[in-house]
């Protein structure tokens, strides 16, 4: 039993990356478009989702994760829980400093 | 553990010792190879994100410290260029799937043309970053070189900012936390553009080794692999474009 | 102490197997672009005993001047800089390469059954990321050195001192890198390079421990690397970045430098617990207690690693809500550490156990560690620490954990895999000897600073009041015999390569893939890829092994 490449023959079409590309695109356009409009404390978060959307259709598509083994997507997750784990914890001391001792 | 399974291989097989001249000799097949270094390449990725992972908590603790100062000084940054950067780099990612998906169907052509314009919208995206970075230097915007906190404390000094966003001047010790932003604009689009300056590097061998038919045999192992980097730096300006250069623009 | 399980062929009729990875090809040249993974771990095997051997005189430079209450010796400043560049010496270029870059390096490959790492040219690369980082180092050291301690700690290192930050900074960044390499190379190799039938639970725990501190290396030395770039660039461009003065807080490079340099003493540590279970097992012709927990407890140091940075913070000035979080975390990372040593004292129970050199260190191993390790739960809870920080107690706490724990681990290690790497076994009276010495000498170098610690004395200071003196005193008395204990094994090590006794493939009757070969092994480790069809630690399948004639080439 001989062990194919991970990508096991799964060729991802160009229509597939042309309809990816259509929705960074627009991705692109909506943000840009939502930061000239005062939305509060949504714009930030509006514009972090709109990010996290446009990295993990490239991390799926471009990068092939959605048709690579479960190794390479516990790797994936692992990054980015590690990197989430750096930025909230320090920030989590940050923010907390202003509520002052006990 | 998820990756149970072992790679198993005809020891019988392996006494021939056919396999293509591009495996190495301690691996058993070509496709424990491509697994090993395809797996490699993410690790390495892994590593990047922790290396940046550095910067962006930076950027946020000092965009939540001084919101103000960074929204005044991210009004410095042209969303013409930012945004138009953004499409070259983005459009590259799909060229280089494309290039990729070229290798994968072995038409030597479409991948040379592929990798071809990657490069050339990299180098697009790096053109247009000279033209911001000297824009920056111009206005003493560089942190450590003269930096000059005019333009945040007296807007009106500063006629694109005054016509587009009518900034209300900031109060001097404000203004002054506008060069941290500026590092960090430094710090991070410069760390990007590092990489990116690699990577074209490295672009520019693989079209050279494309034209000479390395990765169109079946072996496309590079192709991929380079491919998982250059979308990596591609998300790395997805995040810094809206972090940059969109904090908040409406008046 | 006379019964032995040593096991030589008879030394009249016995030689080294004249085709080896040592005598494959001669020449410098041969060495120094080898991508044997083996002849790499022995690189770094010299790399690394000449910077042990730095970072040990600066050593005794500390614990000469400290033999006074007066900064009389040299002068503060130059104290200064001999203790940060020990620290830096031994965590960068010692104790964080010692165990995966050399036994590592040399067994993983051979304990999976794998002909080499998955990277070979990325192995040779780290050790030459290794060697500039050295060079630079010891130029920085040479130039004068930096004075701020290991820890960089800002704004001192960006603002206030006029020595050597950068250049430091920057070798600490390459060694960094070596050790991402190895790191990523080793996580490639485990996940992809088994041999058939040699599952995840049937690998050696030394595999499993290197398997978490590699996961370390890679998501957390770039952390550092980013905090020395930032630090760089404060103190060349004045980005503000860590200056109050224009906005920067001084406490986030604290926060970048422990998010890595926490990890850093698991990565440190963990290759060392792997060393040990391989020991004890061995030594007590039984398997490893609690294989399963040995195994996930090693990544469980790992994951929760991660979380526990900010202890070394707790008077820095982060928030007390931050205090409280960390310092709860910091009680259950403490929890599979103690796993460990329990699994280790079940599987000695009922064993029948000999106490041959690299046992002798394995138990010294499991005393101090488990003292050094106890005192870190009494830093853990910041109520505590509060008291015992920046005391002589931190310094005693981490040298327990690092010396008494890690580096007598590697010398376990390099004990019991020496007849393995170099076909000769070393003279065990001596040995054995050198081990009690090492052990005796530690405890009265580092058992009195705990004492010091708890009595107020700080650390990284050259003066101190005089009522410290006598503990002073007996702490450098002591590292004179841990000094005496650490030479002793270059002599009777170097001794044996040309007359020690031939040892065989296996002179310890050790289970594991490279006991199953020759010493010195072959470059290609087997002339055919072995199946693994049994347990880790099988002792039952060793008995039926030797009824069978183990092969070696030449």
């Given at each position: 039993m001989s062990e194919h490449s991970e990508h096991e023959h799964h060729i991802v079409s160009p229509k597939t990356y042309l309809a990816i590309l259509t929705a960074l695109l627009a991705g692109t356009a909506l943000t840009i478009a939502a930061s000239y409009v005062d939305m509060g404390p949504l714009n930030p978060i509006i514009a972090l989702a709109i990010a996290c959307t446009k990295a993990v259709l490239v991390i799926l598509f471009f990068m092939h994760v959605k048709y690579s083994t479960k190794l390479t997507k516990l790797t994936v997750g692992a990054g980015v829980f590690t990197f989430l784990i750096l930025v909230g914890m320090t920030l989590a001391d940050y923010f907390t400093r202003a509520w002052g001792r006990w | 553990m998820s990756d149970s399974t072992v790679i198993t291989y005809d020891a019988q097989a392996g006494e021939e010792h056919e396999h293509p001249s591009y495996q190495r000799h301690h691996f058993e097949t070509i496709g424990q190879?491509?697994?090993a270094t395809n797996f490699a390449m993410w690790l390495f990725l892994l590593t990047e994100i922790m290396f940046f992972g550095g910067l962006f908590t930076a950027y946020l603790i000092y965009r939540n410290w001084y919101y103000p100062a960074f929204v005044a000084a991210s009004h410095q940054l042209d969303i013409f260029w930012g945004g138009l950067n953004t499409l070259l780099l983005i459009t590259s990612s799909f060229t280089m799937a494309m290039g990729v998906w070229s290798a994968e169907m072995r038409k030597q052509g479409a991948l040379v043309l592929c990798l071809t314009l990657t490069f050339v919208l990299g180098l697009g995206f790096l053109g247009i970053k000279t033209i911001e970075y000297r824009e920056k230097f111009e206005k003493h915007h560089v942190p450590g070189l003269h930096y000059s906190v005019q333009s945040f404390t007296n807007p009106a000094s500063d006629p694109e900012i005054e016509r587009e966003y009518r900034d209300k001047p900031l109060p001097p010790d404000m203004a002054t936390h506008t060069e941290l932003y500026f590092f960090l604009y430094f710090a991070m689009t410069g760390m990007h553009a590092l990489h990116m300056i690699i990577g074209i590097c490295i672009l520019g061998f693989m079209i050279v080794r494309a034209r000479a038919g390395a990765y169109t045999g079946g072996h496309l192992a590079f192709v991929e692999n380079f491919g998982l980097y250059w979308h990596f730096v591609d998300i790395v300006w997805i995040f810094l474009f809206p972090l940059l250069y969109l904090i908040s623009r409406h008046q | 102490m006379s019964e032995t399980i040593v096991s030589l062929p008879d030394q009249e009729t016995a030689s080294i197997p004249k085709m080896n990875y040592l005598s494959k090809e001669n020449g410098l040249l041969s060495w120094l672009l080898t991508s044997d993974h083996k002849r790499i771990a022995i690189l770094y095997l010299i790399s690394i005993s000449f910077?042990?051997?730095?970072?040990?005189?600066?050593?005794?430079?500390?614990?000469?001047?400290?033999?006074?209450?007066?900064?009389?010796?040299?002068?503060?400043?130059?104290?200064?800089?001999?203790?940060?560049?020990?620290?830096i010496v031994m965590v960068f270029f010692f104790l964080v390469p010692s165990v995966p870059a050399t036994l590592g390096n040399f067994f993983l490959p051979m304990m999976l059954g794998a002909k080499d790492l998955a990277l070979p040219k990325v192995n040779l690369l780290s050790w030459y990321l290794y060697m500039v980082a050295g060079v630079l180092a010891l130029y920085s050291m040479a130039a004068g050195g930096v004075d701020t301690g290991w820890t960089f700690t800002t704004p001192l290192s960006t603002h206030y001192v006029n020595t050597h930050v950068i250049t430091t900074g920057m070798a600490i960044f390459v060694a960094g890198f070596s050790s991402i390499f190895t790191g990523l190379n080793f996580i490639v190799t485990i996940h992809k390079m088994r041999a058939p039938g040699m599952t995840w639970f049937r690998m050696p725990l030394f595999i499993w421990a290197h398997y978490a501190a590699s996961i370390l290396m890679v998501l957390g030395t770039p952390v550092l690397a980013i905090a020395l770039v930032l630090v760089v660039l404060e103190r060349t461009v004045g980005i503000g970045v860590f200056d109050p003065a224009k906005g920067g807080d001084p406490l986030l490079f604290q926060h970048l430098f422990w998010f890595y340099s926490h990890p850093a003493v698991y990565i440190m540590i963990l290759p060392g617990m792997g060393v040990i279970s391989e020991v004890i097992s061995t030594f007590s012709r039984k398997r490893v207690f609690g294989y399963t927990a040995v195994a996930f407890s090693s990544v469980a140091i790992a994951v929760f690693g991660f979380f526990v940075w900010a202890h070394h913070m707790f008077i820095m000035g982060i928030s007390s809500y931050s205090v409280l979080v960390f310092s709860l975390l910091t009680m259950l990372v403490a929890v599979p550490s103690a796993i460990k040593i329990f699994n280790w004292a079940f599987?000695?129970?009922?064993?029948?156990?000999?106490?041959?050199?690299?046992?002798?260190?394995?138990?010294?191993?499991?005393?101090?560690?488990?003292?050094?390790?106890?005192?870190?739960?009494?830093?853990?809870?910041?109520?505590t620490d509060i008291h015992l920080?920046?005391?002589?107690?931190?310094?005693?706490?981490?040298?327990?954990?690092?010396?008494?724990?890690?580096?007598?681990?590697?010398?376990?290690?390099?004990?019991?895999?020496?007849?393995?790497?170099?076909?000769?076994?070393?003279?065990?009276?001596?040995?054995?000897?050198?081990?009690?010495?090492?052990?005796?000498?530690?405890?009265?170098?580092?058992?009195?600073?705990?004492?010091?610690?708890?009595?107020?004395?700080?650390?990284?200071?050259?003066?101190y009041p005089a009522e410290f003196q006598v503990l002073n005193v007996l702490s450098t008395a002591g590292a004179s015999i841990l000094g005496v204990g650490y030479l002793l094994p270059v002599f009777y090590l170097l001794w044996s390569l040309k007359y020690g006794a031939i040892a065989g493939e296996n002179p310890w009757q050790a289970t594991g893939l490279e006991w199953q070969t020759q010493s010195p092994p072959l470059t290609e480790n087997f002339t055919e890829i072995p199946v693994m069809d049994h347990e880790a630690y099988d002792y039952e399948w060793l008995e039926r092994q030797k009824e069978k004639e183990v092969p070696s080439v030449g």
């Open positions: - | 190879q491509n697994d | 910077f042990f051997f730095i970072g040990g005189s600066l050593a005794a430079l500390i614990r000469l001047e400290l033999l006074t209450p007066q900064s009389d010796l040299m002068a503060t400043d130059t104290y200064n800089k001999v203790f940060s560049m020990h620290g599987t000695l129970y009922k064993g029948s156990i000999t106490f041959e050199t690299p046992m002798l260190y394995a138990f010294g191993f499991m005393g101090l560690f488990t003292i050094g390790g106890m005192t870190g739960v009494f830093l853990g809870t910041s109520g920080t920046e005391t002589y107690f931190i310094v005693a706490h981490f040298h327990f954990v690092m010396v008494g724990g890690m580096l007598m681990a590697f010398l376990a290690g390099l004990h019991f895999w020496w007849p393995k790497m170099t076909g000769r076994m070393y003279p065990e009276k001596i040995s054995q000897l050198a081990a009690l010495i090492t052990f005796i000498g530690f405890n009265f170098t580092f058992f009195p600073q705990f004492i010091l610690g708890t009595l107020g004395m700080p650390r990284r200071y050259a003066s």
